[in-house]
């Protein structure tokens, strides 16, 4: 396997001696490295608003956002798919996150299953893939087989394919049908794809997720509307959201909440509109939960 040329596995010049340095100046010296992430992603801005449109269209068809990965990649996909339901309010079929050799490698690496590409595969054949998902393979190489196994099928069914790595010229970009490669330069540590490759790819999940949300509704102004009040923290926050978007008193937007069984989104529209529970519910549902536009609906 000849992986020398790529940069993620490249010396960094600027950390040579970082094994001869103290605490303080190891640490700057990963905080430098990690400073150059964002201007990484700031070049490939436009590719991940594609992938975004991607995924906004998938939604509203009833498809899915599925990230796949192995070791790292894997974990940041599942990390990022896990915290859609209790942000969003979506169904956890709805973002998927998997990673190679299954449920244990979340935890522990599993030897050689990014080596699979049957697996990357098969694991998409088992979560019943359609034309109408979107799979974004994750791998800071570009080179997984396993993600490139995933790629492949994904291709093959007719959803759309994605990839995110952190070099250039990869071959995942040249299976998948939508490339983002943040190219963040050689480690602070040769070959440690968890550090600026991995901040990288959170940084880039974050949005994709993020913007898709946003995209289909599930964000009124800056605010999470669609927040899951599943516990105290979140049910104070969803409390907080309802003031902040109409300007109630604590006490109004509590009971508000309550007509709606904690539903922030219901809240604000019955606040804004004086409409009852059920026309709130009723006109929430004609507009598929988009709040600007039943508000727009409500005004006429």
Do not use: W
Request: net charge negative; proline share 4%.
């Amino acid at each position: 396997m000849k992986i020398n040329h790529l940069t993620t596995e490249k010396r960094n010049p600027n950390t040579l001696d970082i094994d001869e340095c103290s605490s303080l100046e190891v640490v700057r010296k990963i905080n430098n490295e990690d400073q150059t992430v964002p201007a990484a992603i700031e070049k490939v801005l436009p590719e991940i608003a594609s992938v975004v449109d991607q995924v906004v269209a998938a939604f509203r068809n009833g498809g899915r956002l599925i990230y796949t990965g192995a070791g790292t990649s894997g974990r940041l996909g599942i990390l990022d798919a896990s915290e859609c339901p209790p942000t969003y309010g979506t169904p956890p079929e709805m973002v998927i996150g998997i990673i190679a050799g299954g449920g244990q490698a979340i935890h522990t690496a599993v030897e050689g299953a990014e080596d699979d590409k049957e697996a990357g595969m098969n694991d998409l054949k088992n979560l019943d893939l359609t034309k109408d998902d979107v799979v974004v393979a994750i791998a800071a190489s570009g080179r997984t087989p396993y993600a490139i196994g995933a790629l492949e099928y994904a291709n093959e069914i007719g959803a759309v394919s994605a990839a995110l790595v952190c070099s250039s010229d990869s071959e995942m970009s040249k299976v998948a049908q939508h490339t983002i490669a943040a190219v963040v330069g050689p480690e602070v540590v040769t070959g440690s794809t968890r550090m600026k490759a991995g901040t990288a790819q959170k940084l880039v999940l974050n949005m994709i997720s993020t913007a898709s949300m946003i995209g289909i509704g599930k964000v009124y102004s800056n605010l999470m509307v669609d927040v899951q009040p599943s516990n105290k923290k979140l049910v104070q926050r969803a409390k907080n959201i309802v003031v902040e978007a109409t300007g109630c008193s604590p006490e109004e937007a509590e009971q508000a909440l309550s007509d709606h069984d904690g539903y922030a989104k219901g809240a604000i529209l019955q606040l804004l509109t004086e409409l009852s529970p059920s026309e709130t519910k009723t006109l929430l549902e004609k507009k598929n939960g988009m709040l600007k536009q039943s508000l727009k609906e409500f005004k006429g």
